[in-house]
């Protein structure tokens, strides 16, 4: 596919839509490709060291939402190295394209924060 070439799937709700994405999310620092490459692979590093120090220790309930951030931030990386840039995809039209790897690190995000809910009310009490 040629950029922002689309194929609609689900007409009117889900598309493939290229998007190469220079810049960060939602295409914030389009144009940085040191900077982002550069703090790509700085929160790899600190990652893979944060899972590994904690793996034996931690509940594996507690480590899949850092593995999830872990490998979406390796496959936009990867992205990053080889092309450039990001290579979005996935187009909902009600949200910015984005790819897998994009999903990977939001699904993480949202178990984290779920994961700190029932602490933030056990210290209110």
Not at 55 to 71: D, E, G, S, V, Y
Not at 76 to 97: A, H, K, S
Request: charged fraction near 15%.
């Amino acid at each position: 596919m040629e950029e922002s070439e689309s194929l609609a799937v689900w007409p009117g709700f889900f598309h493939i839509t290229r998007v190469n994405n220079t810049g960060a999310a939602f295409g914030i620092l389009r144009g940085e490709r040191g900077l982002l490459l550069a703090a790509s692979w700085i929160g790899v590093f600190f990652l893979f060291f944060y899972i590994a120090a904690r793996w034996r220790r931690a509940p594996q309930k507690n480590l899949l939402p850092w593995a999830l951030i872990l490998a979406g931030a390796l496959g936009n990386g990867y992205d990053r190295l080889r092309y450039g840039m990001v290579i979005d995809f996935l187009d909902f039209r009600v949200w910015p394209v984005f790819n897998v790897a994009d999903a990977s690190i939001t699904i993480g995000v949202l178990l984290i924060l779920i994961q700190c809910i029932p602490s933030f009310s056990k210290q209110d009490r």
